[in-house]
């Protein structure tokens, strides 16, 4: 398996996961305007929820072009990286609707953590908020998301 199919097939979904989060006050203008950290470990949380989301049923992480990675195809410098999402894919599937609406507040910038939630879900968010805090130190991912974030505020204007 290419790492180049898993960055694509991420950096395809952030835009709509962006959107589909604003929409839902997961994420917020105010968010978005001040660019906080929390927004880019949330971007990242929720597009990696969203592929575990759509990945529902199959034994790996669905990607673009009909593709499946799998703990036995990842490449060895994601190995140490997907193993925690392979964990928390296990896991997250047998979530509720419920469970899973909690795990999205946990992991959003508009979480004031003031809720109480099962700790199977703040197990899985704190998997998923690590490899999120990851990806956000690369420099691609800054690359990136400033221009998707200048497109975002424009549409919101």
């Known amino acids: 398996m290419m790492p180049e199919y898993i960055e694509e097939t991420f950096y395809n979904a952030l835009p709509n996961v962006l959107m589909d989060a604003i929409k839902k006050g997961l994420i917020t203008a105010e968010n978005i305007s001040d660019q906080e950290p929390n927004l880019y470990l949330a971007m990242n949380a929720l597009t990696l929820i969203h592929l575990l989301e759509s990945s529902k049923g199959f034994e790996g992480i ?8 799998t703990p036995e195809n990842c490449p060895a410098s994601y190995k140490e990286l997907f193993s925690k999402l392979f964990e928390a894919k296990a896991v997250m599937d047998k979530l509720s609707k419920k469970d899973l609406q909690q795990l999205k507040e946990v992991c959003s910038a508009t979480n004031s953590h003031e809720k109480e939630n ?11 908020n690590s490899i999120a805090s990851q990806i956000t130190q690369q420099a691609e ?15 919101m204007e």
Not at 62 to 69: K, T
Not at 118 to 128: G, L
Not at 141 to 155: C, G, I, P
């Open 118 to 128: 099962k700790p199977e879900i703040m197990s899985i968010a704190a998997k998923i």
């Open 141 to 155: 991912f800054k690359e990136r998301v400033v221009d998707l974030l200048s497109v975002t505020t424009a549409l």
């Open 62 to 69: 669905c990607l673009n072009d009909d593709r499946l990675l």
